[in-house]
């Protein structure tokens, strides 16, 4: 019994070992940093028995500090097991510039893996020289001071607190006011030590609006300082001070923009297009992407407007960073063509002017031609034959009709025979209707009711499967006439329903 519980233990982890791949990668802990400032390397191996170069340099920037992290996890999927080893190389440096880490190699169950290069940017302290002075202070500073409508600034607020201040509590800020701009805050939060103050960057993006003046009002705060004045029964100092302080203002000129120009910012633009060929009501899918030096935060491409073709555009999606105190915009839309019959998308221009170059760049979005492939005509419809009504246009045909609706069919004719119903049977058959009646309303009255679709709801949702049935392809169309207003589109509510919990229900 013992020889066999060892067997089936050595199978199972034999098993686990096939379940998982080897591998390994390098991470850096940030891909800027500032100089003066650390910088991590990690090198990760997953597998048995890693070995590591020796590494004392990265490229010409000796290592400063090593150390090393293992884990071992076992995961249940499927019925399938997988055990993961993991073992972290972490190495730590102060890089001086911009530099390129090297591919390493890693030797992972004898087998050689290596690592991708990394680019590490080192940029400098742009915290003003006047924040170094107190317990900590507050200062704000803009990379332009004069721009014009729809050309971004970036504001940058910077808080410096002192190495040997402690804080009771965390600090209470208020961001300034931005009046007469969009506003996009920079989610990442930059931390570092300049000097003998541990420096907090936190950056604003700012679009502005209208020409004129504006005046940037002062960030506030309010730094929560343990109050030295009470101690505890063990000598600890327990309370807050809190104490206030404001940044400096800002006044920021705003030019008008050139009235011919779309974007303000150096850009430019590609589009791509899934297919030229397709077949009635088979959407097309349109991608155009803008990218460059600017915001495209509040540009919104207006849709195509095409004769007979059903044209659905998504949300465009915009990533937007600053690098250094440049600002970099992506701005991605897809539009869907939908037709029966082949159509050109036509094409487009995007003015863009450059505040540097002070020129106006057109940016060329290609027209595309479109071939649909019409489904061949229906046959041709038989000759009427004797019997058939010409008034009517429907053509009779030789189906047995039951029995009963046959009789009654023929009634007023002599050569049929007409079946009746006895008048008592006619009665119980009202009454036992009535009594099945009555107890369904009552078993539905207790059901819940349906759940009712928003329409952009259910576009977003039967889009994403028009291929997959025509029945959803003609809702689309019907959905998004509506939405571009056309008032004659009728939606069935019932069978929007059934179509929508088809797909959501999967």
């Known amino acids: 019994m013992k020889k066999l519980w060892m067997i ?33 390397l990690r090198l990760i191996a997953e597998g ?8 004392d340099k990265i490229g010409d920037v000796p290592v400063l500090g090593r150390s090393r992290t293992q884990n071992t ?33 890693i030797k992972i169950d004898g087998k050689t893996y290596k690592t991708k290069p990394l680019k590490l940017k080192v940029i400098k302290s742009s915290a003003p020289q006047g924040a170094s002075s107190g317990m900590f202070s507050l200062t704000m500073k803009a990379n332009k001071t004069e721009v014009m409508v729809g050309e971004p600034l970036v504001v940058t607020v910077y808080f410096s607190l002192r190495n040997d201040v402690r804080l009771s509590e965390n600090p209470q800020y208020n961001r300034p006011e931005f009046k007469g701009f969009f506003v996009k805050e920079v989610d990442d939060e930059k931390r570092y030590v300049k000097g003998n103050y541990h420096i907090t960057e936190l950056r604003y993006i700012l679009v502005p609006q209208k020409p004129g003046e504006y005046h940037i009002e002062p960030a506030t705060a309010k730094i929560g300082l343990a109050d030295t004045s009470r101690r505890d029964i063990f000598g600890r100092f327990f309370g807050t001070i809190w104490k206030p302080v404001s940044s400096n203002g800002l006044t920021v000129k705003v030019d008008p ?7 303000i910012g150096h850009f430019y633009v590609e589009s791509s297009i899934d297919k030229t060929k397709t077949k009635a009501n088979k959407p097309v899918n349109l991608t155009v992407i803008i990218e460059g030096d600017g915001s495209l935060e509040d540009y919104e491409m207006p849709n195509y407007d095409i004769d007979g073709v059903t044209v659905y555009s998504d949300d465009a999606e915009v990533k937007t960073e600053v690098i250094g105190d440049k600002l970099k915009s992506t701005y991605v839309k897809k539009f869907a063509f939908i037709a029966d019959h082949s159509f050109e998308i036509p094409a487009r221009t995007i003015t863009a002017y450059d505040p540097k170059t002070k020129e106006t760049k057109t940016l060329e979005i290609p027209g595309y031609s479109i071939e649909v492939e019409v489904p061949k005509s229906a046959p041709n419809m038989p000759a009427q034959t004797p019997g058939s009504s010409a008034a009517s246009g429907t053509l009779h045909t030789d189906l047995k009709l039951p029995q009963q609706a046959e009789g009654i ?14 008048s008592w049977w006619l009665l119980v058959l009202a009454f036992l209707g009535g009594m099945v009646t009555m107890y369904l309303l009552g078993k539905l009255q207790w059901k819940r009711a349906p759940r009712l679709f928003k329409e952009s709801e259910a576009l977003k949702i039967l889009y994403a499967h028009m291929s997959e049935d025509p029945q959803v392809e003609a809702m689309v169309r019907k959905l998004y006439a509506k939405k571009n207003g056309q008032k004659d589109v009728i939606i069935d509510k019932k069978e929007l329903r059934e179509l929508v919990e088809r797909y959501t229900k999967k």
Not at 48 to 55: D, G, S
Not at 74 to 96: A, D, R
Not at 415 to 420: N, R
Request: hydrophobic share 45%; aromatic share 8%; glycine share 4%.
């Open 8 to 40: 089936s233990a050595l199978f199972y982890l034999m098993a686990i070992h096939f379940l998982y791949a080897d591998s390994a990668e390098a991470v850096l802990s940030q891909n800027e940093v500032v100089k003066g400032n650390m910088a991590q």
């Open 48 to 55: 048995n028995r890693p070995e590591f170069p020796r590494i």
């Open 73 to 105: 996890s076992l995961q249940v999927i499927n019925g399938k097991s997988s055990l993961t080893h993991t073992t972290s190389l972490i190495l730590t440096f102060e890089p001086t510039k911009d530099m390129m880490i090297p591919s390493f190699d």
């Open 257 to 263: 923009a050139p009235q011919d120009a779309d974007l």
């Open 409 to 422: 069919a023929a009634q007023g004719t002599a050569s049929k025979k007409v079946v009746s119903v006895p």
